[in-house]
């Protein structure tokens, strides 16, 4: 089993940055591929970004690419968004999840998500 807790979120300035933290419970966290996914109100839950196992190979939705950051601290079972020159369509709640294997859309378990929004 593992927990997720996602943090950071909160109101911005177009333009500006946040940076997205999910820490993992358990001893399990490294054997999991994880994503960043978004909810925006009214639309379907998206996929923003993932990141393998180790950390070495990560891959983003066209919309985020050059301006997000997904990374990882295995040591510290916690996986990281860096987002910046944020714009009002990346207002979302946002969630961080489990792969059950790198490049799936399928998760094994989810954070509660965490709201941005980002103001115009």
């Known amino acids: 089993q593992v927990q997720l807790v996602e943090s950071g979120g909160g109101l911005v300035q177009t333009g500006g940055s946040l940076r997205l933290s999910c820490a993992a419970s358990?001893?399990?966290?490294?054997?999991?591929?994880m994503a960043w996914l978004r909810q925006a109100p009214g639309k379907e839950r998206e996929f923003v970004s993932a990141?393998?196992?180790?950390?070495?190979?990560?891959y983003y939705t066209d919309s985020v690419k050059g301006r997000f950051t997904i990374s990882r601290d295995n040591a510290k079972n916690t996986v990281y968004l860096q987002m910046n020159s944020l714009k009002p369509e990346d207002t979302a709640v946002y969630y961080c999840a489990a792969q059950l294997s790198y490049g799936s859309n399928e998760y094994a378990y989810w954070g509660q998500g965490t709201q941005v929004t980002v103001s115009s």
């Open positions: 358990g001893r399990t966290f490294s054997r999991y591929a």
């Open positions: 990141i393998s196992r180790s950390g070495g190979s990560t």
